[in-house]
């Protein structure tokens, strides 16, 4: 099976940083994909990594450890409109499966 | 401009019935999926299809059932047999390789009474 662990809440202040953490047990992993949910809204691709190491997109970041199954996404000068979840996605295998944590509520307040 | 069209947003249905859930893309992409989400626990796959009359279960695929008879559609079917079946639906497609991403409709909310 495939087990995907995300904090379930995390509140930040507008400016600042937030690093949202995603741990990851499975088997023929394959590519980790970070989406960013707004309440009642569909998710919206953020980053794709594959390799070992940080992928710099703008404000936003991520970085996989493969050995460790971890993963983190790192956004930088926090604006209100960032306030989401955040949905880590893993795909194992040749399949074209991705299974999704159970997201991470982001709060961002003044 | 190319996307994914998921209709109606809002739909509401007795228990005991049978309801469909539409999904179309313009994307020209090959793989098209069907998830689920409830409060708390994420997105769930259903099914999936990776070509034109294939598809394979997901995670959760009892109670439902797909077709794919055409690139661009891969209608959901949500039948009495689905014990739970009030949630939010959501339908992606990608176009291949393993880097590229979902690209998600905007979902259908679905009530059973």
């Known amino acids: 099976g495939q087990n995907i662990d995300q904090p379930t809440e995390m509140t930040a202040t507008e400016g600042a940083i937030v690093q949202i953490n995603c741990t990851y047990q499975?088997?023929?992993?394959?590519?980790l994909f970070w989406y960013q949910q707004h309440a009642g809204e569909a998710p919206t691709f953020l980053s794709y990594?594959?390799?070992?190491g940080l992928e710099e997109k703008g404000r936003f970041s991520s970085f996989l450890s493969r050995s460790k199954g971890y993963s983190y996404l790192l956004l930088k000068e926090l604006q209100m409109k960032d306030s989401a979840s955040y949905l880590c996605?893993?795909?194992?295998?040749?399949?074209?499966?991705?299974?999704f944590g159970t997201g991470t509520r982001l709060q961002v307040t003044l | 401009d190319g996307g994914i069209t998921q209709s109606p947003k809002y739909l509401f249905r007795k228990e005991g019935q049978n309801v469909t859930l539409s999904c179309e893309q313009n994307?020209?992409?090959?793989?098209m999926y069907w998830y689920r989400q409830d409060p708390g626990q994420g997105l769930r796959l259903i099914y999936y299809?990776?070509?034109?009359?294939?598809?394979q279960k997901g995670d959760i695929a009892e109670g439902y059932s797909v077709s794919r008879e055409k690139k661009e559609s891969f209608p959901l079917t949500v039948t009495s047999a689905q014990k739970n079946p009030t949630a939010f639906y959501l339908c992606?497609?990608?176009?291949?390789?393993?880097?590229?991403?979902?690209?998600f409709g905007n979902g259908t909310r679905l009530t059973v009474t």
């Open positions: 996605a893993v795909r194992t295998g040749t399949a074209s499966k991705l299974t």
């Open positions: 994307l020209n992409h090959d793989a």
């Open positions: 992606a497609s990608r176009l291949g390789g393993f880097n590229s991403p979902l690209h």
């Open positions: 499975t088997s023929g992993f394959n590519g």
């Open positions: 299809s990776q070509i034109v009359n294939d598809f």
């Open positions: 990594n594959v390799l070992d």
